[in-house]
């Protein structure tokens, strides 16, 4: 059975720093793309930042680049994304995913190979 377990979602005021892992379980991950997507209040789902777990290319959304950074643990079935400067728009519930193939436009995918995270809250105020 395909697990993925978020941690490390926080209030943290604008400006500070958070560490999201997510712990995988269940299935060849050498043969995916691992994402992090977050859903703010009334909006859609989007992608914030992918690693291909083959080739180790990342991805990260526009709104976000400079500020995040994704990484895998060696050795380990672990991903993480680091986020620095946080600001109140990056306020969401945050999902970590795994999307079977080279997902290059890291883009939510609902494939049935596919597995989603529980989610983590992100809330940034002052």
């Known amino acids: 059975q395909v697990q993925l377990v978020e941690s490390g979602g926080d209030l943290v005021q604008p400006g500070g720093s958070l560490r999201l892992s997510c712990a995988a379980s269940?299935?060849?991950?050498?043969?995916?793309?691992m994402g992090w997507f977050r859903q703010a209040p009334e909006k859609e789902r989007e992608g914030v930042s992918c690693i291909s777990l083959t080739s180790g290319s990342t991805y990260y959304a526009d709104s976000v680049k400079g500020r995040f950074t994704i990484s895998r643990d060696n050795a380990s079935t672990t991903v993480n994304l680091q986020m620095d400067n946080l600001k109140p728009e990056d306020t969401a519930v945050y999902y970590c995913a795994a999307l079977f193939g080279d997902q290059a436009t890291c883009a939510p995918h609902y494939g049935h190979l596919d597995a989603w995270g529980q989610g983590t809250l992100v809330t940034v105020s002052s």
């Open positions: 269940g299935f060849p991950l050498q043969y995916y793309t």
